[in-house]
């Protein structure tokens, strides 16, 4: 029998719902890479290496998802600011759509709290 | 801006050659603009270095996700662009299977020569019977000029070799570039 390790499952789903994280917190407000970056860490199941999120934020950008624009802060460097392009957005509504309707269907099939404890 | 960082940008930026420049300056700035940033917020340079990860790790996956780009889907679409494309792979194919195995034999068989010919002349000074070194007309270079006559030669000979070898190198790099700008990849809007 193939041996699943949790921490390799994991890092694939996390992988996979960051692109969502990612377009739906630069669809609630522009955003620089820090910034990001720092909205991320408050949740600590989604707190992702700055190394994949700038490389994702690329991609995402050549995608025609997102679009990217440097703008001079008062205090401190240029930041490169993010927003939803209207094909970005319709594809995050899609996505989390999809993402609710796969969740739902997942809980169902997971055992409940009580069965467990009988089994 | 400190040590390490600039050392961090520098490795990211040698490793991110594969990218356009536009692209590759722009992920540069992008990621100077999150250490100073990160900084300014009060965490430490070596931590915030350590959440990017290895420069070499960072700029692959930037190069890797270059590489996945597909190409557009109109890149054969308008006639023009057809019949440029058929132009170019049929002259630039028909032009190799001469050029390239021409230069590929000049090359190999003048580098041959250039080594080969030194010891020739060494034998020669030796009185090793059989080594010709004069012209048509019967004139014989003098036996104890042998080794430095060959040396002469030989340095012509690797001349010869190193123009083919740039030569050919020189080719393909042009080929293969246009048959890069044959496959147009969707742009940075």
Request: hydrophobic share 45%; proline share 6%.
């Amino acid at each position: 029998m193939a041996v699943v390790r949790a921490g390799e499952w994991s890092s694939q789903i996390r992988r996979g719902t960051l692109e969502l994280c990612v377009l739906a917190l630069v669809d609630s407000k522009p955003r620089y890479g820090y910034d990001l970056v720092s909205a991320l860490e408050q949740w600590e199941p989604l707190a992702a290496k700055e190394g994949t999120v700038y490389p994702l934020l690329r991609r995402l950008q050549r995608e025609g998802k997102v679009e990217g624009s440097w703008q001079e802060s008062v205090a401190g460097p240029p930041r490169k600011y993010y927003q939803l392009t209207p094909h970005g957005r319709d594809l995050l509504r899609r996505m989390a759509a999809d993402w609710v309707e796969l969740n739902e269907a997942v809980q169902q099939t997971l055992p409940t709290e009580e069965a467990r404890s009988h089994g | 801006m400190d040590d390490a960082t600039e050392r961090y940008l520098d490795e990211l930026r040698r490793n991110l050659r594969p990218l356009p420049e536009d692209e590759r300056s722009d992920a540069v700035r992008e990621i100077e603009s999150h250490i100073t940033e990160a900084q300014a917020d009060g965490r430490p340079t070596a931590a915030v270095l350590g959440g990017l990860g290895d420069a070499r790790t960072l700029a692959r996956a930037y190069v890797a996700d270059y590489h996945l780009r597909v190409p557009r889907e109109g890149a054969l679409g308008s006639v023009s662009r057809f019949i440029l494309s058929s132009v170019f792979v049929s002259g630039t194919g028909l032009l190799s299977l001469f050029v390239v195995p021409l230069l590929g034999l000049l090359t190999s068989l003048a580098g041959l020569l250039a080594v080969v010919t030194p010891v020739l002349g060494v034998l020669r000074t030796f009185g090793v019977p059989g080594i010709v070194m004069g012209d048509s007309a019967g004139w014989q270079v003098p036996v104890m000029w042998s080794f430095p006559a060959s040396v002469v030669l030989a340095a012509a000979f690797a001349v010869l070799a190193w123009a083919g070898y740039k030569l050919l190198r020189g080719y393909l790099l042009v080929v293969l570039a246009g048959y890069r700008r044959l496959l147009p990849f969707r742009t940075v809007p």
